[in-house]
């Protein structure tokens, strides 16, 4: 069984009516309704024609990417810790 490597995105949304529409773009984990914006989880090789579909429909704002893939993951013991 191979692990697929996933992203997520989140999506602002004009209208949360919209948020039936999204649904078939991937797997949407979280919604705010406040805020209007949804969390949606895609499999990271189609990421950039999913984002280039969902940048052309009228009821998307703004789409902002996972940052997780930046983020420092293995640390270095302080100096404090070696002695």
């Keep these: 069984m191979d692990i697929i490597a996933r992203t997520s995105l989140v999506i602002y ?3 949360m009516k919209h ?3 999204i649904r ?3 797997h949407i984990v979280h919604s705010n309704k406040q805020k209007k914006y949804v969390m949606l989880y895609i499999n990271e ?3 950039d024609a999913i984002v280039h ?3 052309k429909l009228k009821y998307v704002r703004k789409i902002d990417g996972s940052p997780y893939k930046y983020l420092k993951k293995v640390y270095e013991k302080e100096r404090h810790e070696l002695s």
Excluded: T, V
């Design 24 to 26: 078939k773009f991937g």
């Design 45 to 47: 090789d189609e990421a």
């Design 53 to 55: 579909k969902l940048m």
């Design 19 to 21: 948020e039936r529409q």
């Design 13 to 15: 949304l004009k209208h």
